[in-house]
C-alpha cells in the first residue's frame, strides 16, 4: 500500500493567515492526489483533485500544488469556515489510502 | 443534485454480518463507480472499496476476505457486508461517488459523500 504522511498533524492559525498542509506519498503517485476538508460530524468535502484542479464550487483560495511524492495544499486567507480537519487521498492504486489528518484550529 | 444516505443497523453483535445500503437519488447510479469508506471515532478514513454498473469490485485487501459490495440498478442502491466483525470494525461508514473523467483524465476524487452512518461491534 502507498503510505500517506501529512504534516503537521495539527496547526493553530489566525483568520487572514496563508496557510500550508503538506502531504507526502512513500512512492511516485504523478498528479493522483486529491485534498478534502471534514468538519466535525460531517462527511469529508472534495477541495482539490488531480493535485491541482479545484473543484466546482470551492473558493479560489484554496490551491493545491506538487506532483510525484510532495503535495501542498494552501489556503491563502483562513476564514472562520475553514477551521476543520484536511485530508490528502492517493488514486494512483488501490487500494486508496488517505493521510491521517491535519487539523487547524483557531489561534 | 445527487445525494447518498446510507441506511443499515446502528449496533451488530461480534461475529455477526454489518450489513449495508447506500441509496442514491438525483441521478442515475449507472456510469459511475461507487465506494464504501469507514472512519473509526476520532481516526482517519479507510477504503474499503468500490463497484461498478456492470458488478465489477475492487476491495481494500485489508479487508477483502470479509467484505462483499454488490449493486443493484432497478433501485438505485448498492451495499456493504462485512462478515465476522470485531469491535475494530465500529466506524462511521461513508458511502461515496468516484468523480467521472473529465477531458479524458480520470483522477478518481471522492465528489459525494452520504452523510455516514455510526455502527458500533459490541455485545
Known amino acids: 500500500d502507498i503510505q500517506m504522511t501529512q504534516s503537521p498533524p495539527s496547526l493553530s492559525a489566525s483568520v487572514g493567515d496563508r496557510l500550508t498542509i503538506t502531504c507526502r506519498a512513500s512512492?511516485?503517485?504523478?498528479?493522483?492526489l486529491n485534498w478534502y476538508q471534514q468538519k466535525p460530524g460531517k462527511a469529508p468535502k472534495l477541495l482539490i483533485y488531480?493535485?491541482?484542479s479545484l473543484q466546482s464550487g470551492v473558493p479560489s483560495r484554496f490551491s493545491g500544488s506538487g506532483s510525484g511524492t510532495d503535495f501542498t495544499l494552501t489556503i491563502s486567507s483562513l476564514q472562520p469556515e475553514d477551521f476543520a480537519t484536511y485530508y490528502c487521498q492517493q488514486s494512483y492504486i488501490t487500494p486508496r489510502t488517505f493521510g491521517q489528518g491535519t487539523k487547524v484550529e483557531i489561534k | 443534485q445527487v445525494q447518498l444516505q446510507e441506511s443499515g443497523p446502528g449496533l451488530v453483535r461480534p461475529s455477526e454480518i454489518l450489513s449495508l445500503t447506500c441509496t442514491v437519488s438525483g441521478g442515475s447510479i449507472s456510469s459511475y463507480y461507487w465506494s464504501w469508506i469507514r472512519q473509526p471515532p476520532g481516526k482517519g478514513l479507510e477504503w474499503i472499496g468500490y463497484?461498478?454498473?456492470?458488478?465489477?469490485?475492487n476491495y481494500n485487501p485489508s479487508l477483502k476476505s470479509r467484505v462483499t459490495i454488490l449493486i443493484d440498478m432497478s433501485k438505485n442502491q448498492f451495499s456493504l457486508k462485512l462478515s465476522s466483525v470485531t469491535a475494530a470494525d465500529t466506524a462511521v461508514y461513508y458511502c461515496a461517488r468516484r468523480k467521472a473523467c473529465s477531458g479524458g483524465k480520470c483522477f478518481d476524487p471522492f465528489d459525494y459523500w452520504g452523510q455516514g452512518t455510526l455502527v458500533t461491534v459490541s455485545s
Open positions: 488531480g493535485a491541482s
Open positions: 463497484i461498478y454498473n456492470s458488478g465489477s469490485t
Open positions: 512512492q511516485s503517485i504523478s498528479i493522483y
